[in-house]
């Protein structure tokens, strides 16, 4: 169930014509009243004919007309509106019912605490099975206004007490960390001017998509300059930003001015001292394209920032800061993903971005591996292959695993569904991603006697999974991987193993494919020689110490079953 209280109003009989009206599209029928403060003599136009909506009016506002006769300031602001709806799948209501829940409405808000014979004014008008009206005017028989502070919250916690007392749908508790939902006002508008989302949604997701490629705040509004938003900004004296608020090109009123929107008003965590947080938190040393000189690309290097995210949960200030990271790298993948991959990419980020906030204080400087490696990604010139993305996209997959875990640990639990939902949106990208390496890979299948052997290495590295991964489709892809591994100089057994150290594997769908993606990602490069390694070593003493006995130390060998089936064969 759920209770939007909209803005203060200003004229009871306006909003009076609405409910007992025939809607904008006739969806109003038998209007009437359900429950009020007093039920007896209350005229109801919707059952009366003798009674109009100026005398419910009238009726309605006669403690605003007495107060404002008597202060010198009048009340306008006293009209308080709350709509009360059912979920689509919630039982038929009787007109009882309604009235028990409407008054349980008016007490958590403070409209009309219980026992108080000096309320405010209030009725609740039906017009519909699924939902009622709840107008109030907001200054009550003594002439004192009621206090509503943080009404909203109380009228939530009511809501889902009412849900459990009469079997509705259940819904989650809010926590005052959600983005305001757009107005109807914006709605009509958005469906009137033929945009496809609001201007609200509209500019969260510009904004969001502009952090990655800033460093600071003036880059930041630039950057959102340059990418076709409206930009207002404040400054101090000094010249320096105090905040900024954001409009759509179009977007104008009824006298033609642009719209704008505040950061923090378009999403709590938007507003411009958290943006500026979270950009100084990562500011890189150099430009972030010249920074690396080693052969690893930006998507190696974001797959290997995403391994230590498990690590670094403990502590709650570095959690928050991490999955707040987490979706700037989820948006600055989106962006430069290849087409086929950035709808279901785009989706995971615009999911995730209610998982990045909560009512926990982030620490955003530890997060500094992750929002470098987006800032890198955005700034990179080169798309990423075959194997680095989908191994990204697999770590990706895995980081909103860990991050929802974290949520349902901390009861967030719109927090922890939005990441279940970037979850869903993510494993759909990662079989697409996966895809063609998959095809590579099982086209050249190693020989029957070496796939005997690597399983032998699946069995001995991971057993409590390795019947599930021997019977997985992508198992002789699998094969292939620890073969070309192996040829570089790698052990099977031990990639295998650290493969699922990173990445728990009961909960994947497929485990062959995730320890595909790990294993082509860690094993990309040879392995070093340590037997060489040792020889150059070895002669370095001697042509030092001439002198020195040097021992005839041999490596150890492998005892695995699988080590012992290659020592057979050499």
């Known amino acids: 169930m759920i209770a939007a209280i909209k803005p203060a109003g200003t004229n009871t009989r306006g909003l009076l014509a609405y409910l007992y009206g025939r809607g904008t599209h006739d969806e109003h029928f038998d209007p009437h009243i359900v429950a009020g403060f007093a039920m007896l003599g209350l005229p109801d136009p919707g059952r009366d004919e003798n009674a109009t909506l100026t005398q419910l009016g009238r009726y309605l506002d006669e403690p605003v007309s007495l107060r ?138 510009r904004i969001r998509a502009a952090i990655p490629h800033a460093t600071n705040a003036e880059e930041f509004i630039a950057y959102l300059e340059a990418s076709g938003v409206e930009v207002q900004v404040r400054r101090g004296p000094s010249g320096d930003l105090l905040g900024y608020a954001a409009g759509r090109p179009g977007d104008l009123n009824e006298a033609g001015e ?43 290097q974001a797959t290997d920032a995403l391994d230590t995210l498990h690590t670094d949960l403990a502590d709650d200030t570095h ?27 785009r989706a995971a980020s615009k999911a995730f971005a209610r998982a990045q906030r909560s009512q926990v204080q982030a620490e955003d400087r530890v997060a500094h591996a992750l929002r470098s490696a987006a800032r890198d990604i955005v700034h990179t010139a080169t798309g990423p292959d075959g194997s680095a993305l989908a191994a990204l996209v697999a770590a990706l997959v895995w980081a909103t695993i860990v991050a929802g ?84 100089g790698h052990q099977p057994h031990q990639l295998l193993t650290e493969a699922a150290a990173h990445r ?5 769908r497929q485990p062959a494919r ?13 392995a070093r020689n340590r037997l060489a390694e040792a020889a150059r070593l070895q002669s370095t003493m001697a042509g030092s110490i001439p002198t020195q006995r040097r021992g005839n130390a041999q490596p150890a060998t492998a005892s695995t079953p699988a080590e012992q089936q290659r020592r057979q064969r050499r």
Not at 504 to 508: M, N, P, R, S, V
Request: aromatic share 4%; proline share 8%; hydrophobic share 35%.
């Open 68 to 205: 404002n006769s008597e202060f010198g300031k009048p009340v306008t602001d006293h009209v308080w509106h709350c709509p009360v709806r059912a979920a689509p799948e919630d039982r038929y209501l009787s007109d009882t019912e309604w009235a028990e829940i409407a008054q349980r409405i008016v007490q958590a808000a403070g409209i009309a605490p219980p026992g108080d014979d000096l309320a405010c004014r209030w009725i609740a008008v039906r017009h519909a099975d699924d939902h009622i009206h709840i107008l109030a005017t907001t200054v009550r028989e003594d002439g004192r206004r009621p206090k509503l502070h943080d009404s909203g919250i109380r009228v939530g916690d009511a809501c889902r007490e009412i849900e459990k007392d009469y079997g509705l749908r259940r819904l989650k508790k809010g926590d005052r960390t959600g983005a305001c939902r757009p107005t109807q006002a914006e709605m009509h508008k958005a469906d009137r001017l033929g945009w496809e989302q609001p201007s609200p949604e509209w500019l969260q997701d």
């Open 258 to 300: 642009q719209i704008y929107h505040p950061g923090s008003k378009i999403s709590p965590d938007l507003s411009l001292p958290k943006i500026t947080a979270r950009l100084e938190s990562s500011q890189p040393e150099e430009h972030p394209t010249a920074r690396r000189t080693h052969p690893s690309t930006p998507w190696h």
């Open 319 to 345: 959690a928050q800061a991490h999955v707040t990271a987490l979706g700037e790298l989820l948006e600055a993948t989106a962006q430069k993903a290849p087409a086929h991959l950035r709808a279901e990419l």
């Open 405 to 488: 875990r974290w949520h349902e640990a901390k009861n967030h639990a719109h927090q922890a569904d939005a990441a279940h939902q970037a979850t869903l949106h993510l494993q759909t990208a990662a079989d697409r991603a996966l895809a063609p390496t998959l095809a590579d890979l099982t086209a050249r299948p190693p020989r029957d006697q070496a796939r005997r052997v690597l399983a032998s290495d699946v069995r001995a590295a991971v057993p409590d999974h390795a019947e599930r991964i021997l019977t997985d489709p992508a198992w002789p892809a699998l094969a292939t991987v620890l073969a070309d591994a192996e040829a570089r």
């Open 504 to 508: 728990e594997l009961t909960t994947a």
């Open 514 to 526: 995730v320890l595909i993606t790990r294993i082509q990602h860690t094993g990309r490069n040879p």
